[in-house]
């Protein structure tokens, strides 16, 4: 008799893990533009950050560095596919804001549950953005106080561009 212990070990996530690439994402995007094109559910334990060098070079034709988030998680694909993973890359915006909690501290660690979808965006290089939607509630009380106070005083009155986000 097999005893099977521990977990897969190693992996690396993202919505390439899932079968996604540029084209794919677009053609799904194009089916229904005014819908968000879910691409993948992350549930995990991020307890460190991994630099690496970026396909992607910055004006002066430098590679820039991007960040992977390591720990412990499972990311679950459109079709229900489950895969385990030792580190994963998010859209930048989620990643950032994992960084800096990451690196405030050599032992902290932060659940993370989410959802990436893709939203078109015809002012974006790609044609889409990113979207991560959290899954547990956010430990925001000192948000809802500020935004509490804030709310006392009153909005200026005036003209301006309109924004086109959602």
Partial sequence: M??????????QLSVKSFGWNRSQILEGLMQDKNSDLFL??????????????????NDEGEQM????????????????EVVPGGKVYLPGYITDSLVSALSDDDDVS?????DIYARYDETSGTSYVFVGRSLIPQQNDRMDELKRLVSRVEMPKISGPTNKTK
């Fill in 2 to 11: 097999n005893t099977i212990i521990g977990t897969e070990l190693g992996r």
């Fill in 110 to 114: 932060v659940n993370i549950a989410l």
């Fill in 40 to 57: 993948m559910r992350v549930v995990g334990i991020a307890t460190g950050v991994k630099a690496f060098k970026s396909r992607q070079k």
């Fill in 65 to 80: 560095e991007g960040f992977g988030i390591t720990g412990n998680f499972e990311g679950t694909g459109p079709n229900g």
